[in-house]
């Protein structure tokens, strides 16, 4: 599958719509970004089960905002609308593949269980 760029307008829409959502963080004067660009397309096409999108930090600043990139390219991964993975940096194709292999692989009962133990948690705790 190839790879979708993504705006502010469907961004949402494409989490809703995909189990497995990576989305590259880049921006075209990125000399990382333009090198890890090929190796995140080619790893595409290996993983049809998985939804490869791009965000364009200058052309959707309001969306890089929102993800709090502070750095790029930044890789992040999304299972069943968790945020599951978020680094900077570019990967070889070898750590990408490591990356959604270990996302296919998560047990996500158990990663909705642990986030709403952290919000019970968290509505717990008096505020100050």
Same mark, same amino acid.
Request: aromatic share 10%; hydrophobic share 40%; glycine share 2%.
């Given at each position: 599958?190839?790879?979708? +760029?993504?705006?502010?307008?469907?961004? =949402?829409?494409?989490?809703?719509?995909? +189990?497995?959502?990576? %989305?590259?963080?880049?921006? +075209?004067?990125?000399?990382?970004?333009? =090198?890890?660009?090929? %190796?995140?397309?080619? %790893?595409?096409?290996?993983?049809? +089960? %998985?939804?490869?999108?791009?965000?364009?930090?200058?052309?959707?600043?309001?969306?890089?905002?929102?993800?709090?990139i502070t750095s790029i390219p930044t890789l992040m991964a999304f299972r069943e609308k968790v945020l599951v993975f978020s680094q900077p940096g570019a990967l070889n194709a070898e750590q990408l593949n490591e990356v959604i292999t270990a996302v296919k692989d998560l047990d996500m009962a158990e990663v909705h269980k642990q986030i709403a133990e952290d919000q019970a948690e968290q509505e717990e705790k008096p505020q100050g």
């Open positions: 599958m190839a790879t979708t +760029d993504l705006t502010t307008t469907d961004f =949402q829409q494409t989490l809703e719509d995909n +189990d497995i959502l990576l %989305v590259d963080f880049w921006a +075209d004067w990125c000399g990382p970004c333009k =090198q890890f660009a090929p %190796v995140y397309s080619e %790893v595409s096409e290996k993983h049809p +089960d %998985v939804t490869f999108g791009k965000v364009d930090t200058e052309a959707e600043r309001e969306l890089a905002a929102a993800a709090n």
